[in-house]
């Protein structure tokens, strides 16, 4: 059914995210190039490459968490040292691996698409052991080196997966339509991505819920389920869970391989004939000083990084938020899923909307849509009619966090070449470091959470909990994102480049090819 439904999606996509007829300026800009439009099949290939790094990122940062605390039964302040080092760990692999990107020679496949093969088999072993508890002898510390090894370890894979192919988007066209076009592919493929990472593993492990504890008797036995309670389903046992988690991460780390295939066979890196004209060898500390000093590439990953943190604290705590505060652990996992299947139905529609209105307008009515249900959703008393409806507003606001920021990049690093013309072949950096921000702040963002959730009383696996619990929750899915969305939108005022610079520096670089 999900191939089905991605089918429907792609198609749709495809026919709202054509490039439109130019005309004017563009008509000259057309005449005078020499390029050859991307196929619907090349963006699709490309967009397909992109799945994998959401779906792992979707099922880690929804389930990651629960999964520490009530599966391999890890204190919460262990639980959340894993996550912040973890994040931390990925945050630093960024940049890291975009200076040995950066000094990669071309190869017959090109510069980027071999360190995206080469890592596949390494990040798929090391997500399917992320979710493997082991030997139930082994002690708390043994738990936690365990988890932040294997951790660490597909993170660092994941970012020889990721920053490589996030630079592909300069490499893939030199036309800022198609690679506009591209990205918007790129996105619904991304956000179908997480509908799938969400279902895989939302799906299979809702079918395996833990007994829960009741705080009055830790050692009681379990009871049956108690549909006004905040209990998981007694029938099925914590092995059957481990066996679900362990099951979904096997199903994914297939897509991941498979994904990975449609991307080597249907794209094509292509080298700028002009940074092969004009390249002059930089050393990474100069390009990164270049790259870091370029006010618009600042302004711009300084706003996202606000609006990412904001997203990011309600993805990582939602599940829980679902499961205690709502009191639909059954349902959580679907209340997810439509969260991400509105994103996918939307992404189009934010493609057409950032090419009629502009892209910093974009940016202002995307994201703030999602400050009202924001608020209603803990407004509300539980009710699970209400929590659908607000789940599928909310992706709206979801489909244009992910689209702009990707969608505007580009628009940078055009702009950097023009103000540096003789310091060419950074594209790493700038995707390296903007990916490194977002990863910091998803680190930081799961730091917080748990550590608050640890000093509001968190019981693992508890049948309920304290309402200190249920308050941490409330804010940390609510008020704390709203403040950080309103702080990221004050900073995009600061973002120079509109639609007017765009066009310009569009015509300046076709004069300089």
């Known amino acids: 059914m999900a191939r089905g439904e991605g089918g429907e999606t792609y198609s749709a996509a495809a026919t709202f995210l054509q490039p439109k007829k130019i005309s004017g300026i563009d008509r ?112 708390e510390v043994g738990k936690i080196f365990w988890y932040l090894i294997f951790y660490c370890l597909f993170q660092t894979m994941q970012t020889c997966f990721h920053v490589p192919y996030s630079a592909l988007t300069m490499f893939i066209s030199t036309d800022q339509k198609e690679r506009d076009s591209a990205t918007a592919y790129r996105m619904t493929v991304e956000v179908l991505g997480t509908v799938l990472g969400t279902a895989i593993q939302g799906q299979i492990v809702g079918g395996a819920n833990s007994p829960c504890i009741h705080e009055n008797d830790i050692n009681a036995s379990i009871s049956t389920i108690d549909i006004n309670s905040t209990q998981y389903n007694s029938i099925t046992s914590i092995t059957q869970l481990k066996s679900a988690y362990m099951m979904a991460a096997g199903v994914i780390g297939g897509v991941y391989i498979l994904c990975t295939i449609i991307l080597f066979a249907g794209v094509q890196e292509k080298e700028d004939p002009h940074i092969r004209k004009t390249q002059k060898p930089f050393s990474f500390w100069k390009g990164l000083k270049l790259v870091m000093s370029h006010g618009p590439y600042v302004k711009l990953i300084i706003g996202f990084l606000f609006t990412s943190l904001a997203f990011m604290l309600l993805e990582g705590n939602y599940a829980l938020y679902c499961s205690y505060t709502l009191g639909f652990p059954n349902d959580f996992q679907n209340i997810l899923l439509v969260i991400m ?82 310091s060419m072949g950074h594209e790493a950096i700038f995707y390296s470091f903007y990916v490194f921000f977002t990863k910091f702040a998803s680190g930081v963002s799961l730091g917080i959470s748990t550590l608050s959730l640890d000093f509001a009383g968190y019981q693992t696996r508890g049948c309920e909990q304290p309402d200190a619990v249920h308050l941490t929750l409330k804010m940390l899915v609510s008020p704390a994102p709203i403040f950080l969305i309103i702080l990221g939108l004050i900073l995009f005022k600061l973002y120079p480049i509109d639609e007017e610079i765009r066009m310009k520096n569009r015509k300046a670089l076709e004069d300089l090819r």
């Open 341 to 422: 299947l509105s994103a996918t139905l939307t992404i189009p529609f934010w493609q057409w909307f950032l090419t009629r209105f502009g892209k910093k307008t974009a940016v202002y009515v995307g994201i703030s849509s999602a400050v009202p249900f924001l608020i209603l959703n803990v407004l509300v008393k539980a009710n699970l009619i209400v929590a659908y409806v607000v789940s599928f507003a909310s992706g709206v606001s979801v489909a244009a966090a992910f689209l702009l920021p990707w969608s505007m990049l580009p628009d940078v690093v055009d702009d950097f070449r023009l103000k540096n013309p003789d």
């Open 28 to 139: 000259s800009l057309k005449q005078r190039s020499v390029r050859k439009n991307l196929s619907v099949c090349n963006k699709l290939c490309y967009a397909i490459g992109g799945a994998p790094y959401q779906i792992t990122g979707c099922a880690i940062g929804f389930f990651l968490q629960i999964y520490l605390l009530d599966v391999a039964q890890l204190d919460p302040s262990s639980a959340s040292l894993i996550l912040f080092i973890g994040r931390a760990w990925d945050a630093v692999t960024d940049p890291t691996v975009g200076f040995f990107i950066s000094r990669s020679k071309w190869t017959k496949f090109g510069r980027l698409l071999p360190w995206i093969i080469c890592s596949t088999p390494f990040a798929v072993a090391s997500y399917f052991l992320l979710w493997y508890v082991p030997d139930g002898n082994l002690s």
